[in-house]
């Protein structure tokens, strides 16, 4: 029977107007240089699991257990998802269903906690997730929410802030992870403090997932009775998230993702996620986990040597958090500069930023996209020197386009098989 899939030229002929907007932005990630710490480029397997039919389906339950009929094929799919997931992780109970990070956290949280309750997790200024109590998410509104951060002088996780907020506070949760810390969290640390108090310790490695599964970095999974997790980061999946978690909470978890958080599960999303863990499965995972940190690092110590400050003085993950200060630039401005420079990175806050979040003292800046797309630490290197003229010196924008366009000629995303 012949398979059924996208056609581009037919979208062109029904809706040439978002045909348009998936060739311009096809066009962009191919004429700049991604440097987004939480994007990825995902390889041809998972779109094309992602552009399937299984989106048709309504699966709501879990594989063997759906209320609706017709599941039998699309339980396969989330079978190999679950079991890749556990094997990739070595972990005990794996839910493949949140549909995004969010919405792992906001299951993660349902399955351990009761509005009111206490939880500690790291302040946002600091580096922490909106989803990690800030005031204007669900998190800060319906936990009681204890924030750590990072010391000022070494500009790393204050353990012994965490140790003494745990005993004065007794939360029922402490979450590690973060969005915008460069360096490794030390996920023993948290289980012994987590067990001094009685607490549940959950994870999030949305972002360090990917570094995980290439064991380039420790893993979360031994530590934490809850991990949750994003598979469109430096996993290099479908956008979406996912939950790892003990035998012993393995069913709070299951009935907080559904039916509590959310309804019907997106199978044709399920069945990329299984194609994502099985190629991180692969040996050849581990060496682009590897060729991500040590990318972050060449990119981290040039642009050090620029005189753009790494926070906490470098990197041991995929991102590095960039203080600005120095060059009297703020992290607004330099966005700027380098989009016209066609480099795309954010501003951050740095810790203790005495700039408001729309403006910053500073960037984040991390590898995922530019080592997929086959980059190694010399081109890092001049990728560093291209950001740091952009930032410094913005009349000379043009220049630094034309070296942009001549380290693409040969690293374009979506030119070949990736
Ligand atoms: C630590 C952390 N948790 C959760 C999320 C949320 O993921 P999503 O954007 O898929 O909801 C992010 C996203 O950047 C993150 O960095």
Same mark, same amino acid.
């Given at each position: ?281 692969? &040996? /050849? ?7 991500? $940190? %040590?990318? !972050?690092?060449?990119?981290? =110590? *040039?642009? @050090? #040597? ?70 190694? &630490? /010399? ?7 291209? $950001? %740091?003229? !952009?930032?410094?010196?913005? =009349? *000379?924008? @043009? #220049? ?19």
């Amino acid at each position: 029977m012949p398979y059924y899939g996208p056609d581009f030229g037919l979208l062109q002929q029904r809706d040439p107007e978002i045909a348009q907007v998936l060739l311009d932005e096809l066009d962009r990630v191919r004429g700049g240089i991604q440097l987004i710490a939480s994007e990825n480029f995902t390889s041809p397997a998972v779109l094309a699991a992602l552009g399937s039919t299984l989106t048709n389906k309504y699966a709501e339950g879990y594989p063997g257990r759906r209320y609706y009929g017709g599941c039998e094929v699309v339980d396969r799919a989330e079978r190999l998802a679950i079991s890749r997931a556990k094997e990739l992780f070595g972990a005990e109970h794996a839910n493949v269903q949140p549909h995004s990070g969010a919405s792992a956290n906001l299951a993660a949280y349902a399955a351990l906690l009761q509005p009111g309750d206490t939880m500690l997790a790291m302040a946002l200024p600091h580096g922490g997730h909106l989803t990690h109590g800030s005031k204007v998410n669900f998190s800060g509104k319906w936990f009681d929410v204890i924030a750590y951060g990072v010391r000022r002088d070494t500009e790393l996780i204050d353990y012994d802030e965490v140790r003494a907020l745990a005993l004065r506070h007794r939360p029922k949760v402490i979450v590690c992870g973060a969005t915008a810390y460069p360096r490794l969290v030390n996920f023993s640390i948290f289980r012994d403090i987590a067990d001094e108090v009685g607490a549940w310790l959950l994870a999030d490695v949305a972002h360090t997932i990917g570094l995980m599964a290439g064991g380039v970095i420790p893993s979360a999974v031994p530590y934490a009775d809850v991990v949750t997790f994003t598979t469109h980061k430096a996993l290099r999946g479908p956008r979406g998230g996912g939950i790892l978690c003990t035998r012993e909470v393995a069913a709070r978890v299951d009935r907080a993702v559904f039916p509590f958080v959310q309804g019907g599960p997106l199978m044709h999303a399920v069945a990329a996620k299984a194609v994502a863990f099985g190629e991180a499965l692969r &040996p /050849e995972f581990a060496d682009y986990a590897r060729q991500v $940190v %040590a990318n !972050a690092r060449a990119l981290c =110590d *040039t642009l @050090a #040597e620029e005189g753009m400050r790494p926070v906490s003085g470098g990197t041991d993950s995929h991102l590095a958090l960039i203080d600005l200060r120095a060059l009297g630039v703020t992290g607004a401005e330099a966005e700027r500069r380098c989009a016209a420079a066609a480099i795309t990175l954010n501003r951050n806050v740095i810790p203790y930023d005495p700039e408001p979040p729309a403006v910053t003292s500073g960037v984040r800046v991390g590898t995922p996209c530019v080592t997929t797309q086959g980059m190694g &630490p /010399e081109e890092l290197k001049e990728v560093a020197t291209l $950001v %740091a003229q !952009a930032v410094r010196y913005p =009349d *000379t924008v @043009a #220049e630094v386009r034309r070296r942009v366009s001549e380290l693409l000629v040969i690293h374009q995303p979506y030119l070949s098989e990736l």
